[in-house]
Structure formats: C-alpha cells, structure tokens
C-alpha cells in the first residue's frame, strides 16, 4: 500500500507562482509506475493537470502547458508541481496520484491518491 501527502498549497494572485510536493511512502516501490496531478474546482469535474513516469517522461493538460512543470526525485520518492503564470481558474484542490504501471491519462486507472491540498488564485 502506498500513502501519499500534498503539501504547498495556498492562495496566491494571479500571475504568481506555487510549488506543491507530494511524498509517497508504504509499500516497496514499483519497478515502473507513474505519478501525476489531478485538480478538481468546485462545482467541475475533475480533470488530469499531468504526469511524469519513473523514467522522467512528462506530459501536461493543454490548459497548463507552458505554464506548470512536474518534476520527480526517485530517491526521495517525491513529486513536485511548480505552477507559474496562476490564473483565477486554476484554482481546484490539487490531487497527487500514482498509478502501478504505465502512464495514463485516465484518472480511474490511478491506484492511490492523496488526500489533495487547496490552491486559491485570486
């Protein structure tokens, strides 16, 4: 089993910049997973932000592309999402997630979540 923590979350204006972590601890990692960020804003559903394979392998929603930037330390088990340019509409509980197996972008096909953490954008 694997637990995962966000941590970073805040309210922020726009045009500023955030940094959440995730760490991931429990279980004996995989041998190939991939960990992402799903955000989801009051009254939406909830959508993919991206994710990033144990080998580096990043891929973005369209709606944060250029914008945000995920990163990944295997030896500390830590993810992390920088978010640059914040607009009002990114506002959402962000959402670490990690899937046993190749990247997707289906948010079902992800085992383990977080129990997410709050950015405001103002």
């Known amino acids: 089993h694997v637990q995962l923590v966000e941590s970073g979350g805040g309210s922020v204006q726009a045009g500023g910049s955030l940094t959440l972590s995730c760490v991931a601890s429990g279980s004996t990692w995989y041998t190939r997973y991939c960990m992402g960020w799903f955000r989801q804003a009051p009254g939406k559903e909830r959508e993919r932000v991206g994710h990033i394979s144990r080998d580096g392998i990043t891929t973005y929603a369209d709606a944060v592309k250029g914008r945000f930037t995920i990163a990944l330390d295997n030896a500390k088990n830590t993810m992390s999402l920088q978010m640059n340019s914040l607009k009002p509409e990114d506002t959402a509980m962000y959402y670490c997630?990690?899937?046993?197996?190749?990247?997707?972008?289906?948010?079902?096909?992800?085992?383990?979540w977080g129990q997410g953490t709050q950015v405001t954008v103002s």
């Open positions: 997630v990690v899937r046993d197996g190749v990247c997707s972008t289906v948010q079902r096909d992800y085992n383990y």
